[in-house]
């Protein structure tokens, strides 16, 4: 155990913190609900928090039992009270949360926790098994970069999310063939369509007929989005930028902004053809090619632009983690430019915990009379 001059544990995290009462450690389903519940106190609190892990790369239970035994020990002697520790996954991987940091120091965060962490195995176990271990630490905000390939969440803070998609393995292997067999049936409908729409972007403006833009799809990933353009080439997306980013932090309804939740109503950005197309959605064609990639589906929530990424809460990021993102949705069909940013949000977090295929059929019925009326669409 690291110990302080007079021979008491050592905080982790402060050393004038000295854990008062015995603690025990909790089982694998109950530390992966705590880190769930901190996840969401951190959307509220903005307080960060760390989770460690400490892996044992070894499966020789002869050996690693020893070392995990003193490894868990250690952990509980040495954290603060407010800390909590577990096993993360099975009986080789010892979780350790340390909760209710200050933000803003994560550097110096990570390197006190690594350092004392260290310290404090090194002095408990022997030389052998200290090298059968390894530790990670993952800080919660995680970094969702906006820049380059983009940086997709850290899945080690979400071991809840992923048991959740095992246990709808059935029911999301159905919702991909939904996608394939729909955007297959609706490409080759629509495929006249698409003919007359590039020949007609090709006759009434320079530039390619296909816009390519970077969005963000489940868990962070970036991924090329399609649509039939319907801008002008070389245009500048500050003013969108700005746009959005304000009505993101305001949480305005888009009728307040005079235009779309995400469309700037009068872009002169737009062309002629494109205010048309925008109107109609037949922009959004190209999107099911997106489907059969399967880096969209037919339903779920919009994906953002990365600009639009980094204006986010911490929990408005859960509406993509859940689900993939989709053509038409929740908001699409509901609320679209009458609700604010985080109504929105929120129901697009309510189709993630909610969805089945029924409601996927329910709101496919419901898009082309959202369509026809075009509300929210310029």
């Given at each position: 155990m690291n110990t302080g001059r007079q021979g008491r544990p050592v905080s982790l995290i402060d050393p004038l913190s000295e854990p008062a009462v015995e603690r025990v450690a909790l089982d694998e389903e109950s530390f992966r609900r705590v880190i769930a519940i901190e996840r969401k106190r951190t959307e509220r609190s903005k307080s960060p928090f760390v989770l460690m892990l400490v892996e044992i790369s070894n499966q020789n239970s002869a050996r690693t039992a020893p070392a995990l035994e003193i490894v868990m020990t250690s952990l509980l002697a040495s954290s603060r009270d407010t800390d909590v520790v577990g096993w993360y996954k099975g009986k080789n991987t010892i979780g350790a949360l340390f909760t209710g940091l200050l933000p803003g120091e994560k550097s110096a965060i990570l390197m006190t926790i690594l350092t004392r962490a260290t310290s404090t195995l090194r002095e408990e176990l022997s030389f052998e098994q200290f090298n059968l271990i390894s530790i990670s630490l993952h800080y919660y905000p995680d970094d969702w970069d906006e820049n380059g390939p983009g940086r997709p969440s850290n899945p080690a803070l979400y071991p809840d999310i992923s048991k959740q998609a095992s246990s709808k393995q059935p029911l999301l292997i159905f919702k991909r063939a939904i996608d394939i067999v729909g955007s297959l049936i609706l490409l080759v409908a629509f495929l006249p369509f698409c003919i007359a729409i590039a020949l007609a972007i090709k006759f009434t403006s320079?530039?390619?007929?296909?816009?390519?833009?970077?969005?963000?799809?489940?868990?962070?990933?970036?991924?090329?989005?399609?649509?039939?353009?319907?801008?002008?080439?070389?245009?500048?997306?500050?003013?969108?930028?700005?746009?959005?980013?304000?009505?993101?932090?305001?949480?305005?309804?888009?009728?307040?902004?005079?235009?779309?939740?995400?469309?700037?109503?009068?872009?002169?950005?737009?062309?002629?053809?494109?205010?048309?197309?925008?109107?109609?959605?037949?922009?959004?064609?190209?999107?099911f090619i997106n489907v059969l990639c399967g880096e969209m589906s037919l339903v779920g929530p919009r994906p953002p632009i990365p600009y639009e990424l980094a204006a986010y809460q911490t929990w408005h990021r859960r509406r993509l983690l859940d689900v993939k993102p989709g053509i038409t949705g929740l908001w699409q069909v509901t609320g679209r430019s009458t609700v604010d940013f985080d109504a929105m949000v929120r129901l697009d977090l309510k189709y993630a915990t909610s969805w089945n295929p029924w409601l996927d059929l329910k709101i496919l019925l419901r898009t082309p009379l959202a369509v026809i009326r075009g509300s929210g669409a310029y």
């Open positions: 320079k530039g390619p007929i296909l816009f390519r833009q970077k969005r963000v799809g489940q868990h962070g990933r970036q991924f090329e989005f399609l649509k039939f353009r319907s801008m002008y080439v070389n245009n500048d997306n500050n003013v969108h930028r700005e746009y959005v980013t304000k009505l993101i932090n305001k949480g305005e309804p888009a009728e307040a902004n005079a235009g779309g939740v995400y469309k700037l109503k009068g872009d002169k950005r737009i062309t002629p053809l494109g205010a048309f197309l925008r109107k109609t959605s037949l922009d959004e064609l190209p999107q």
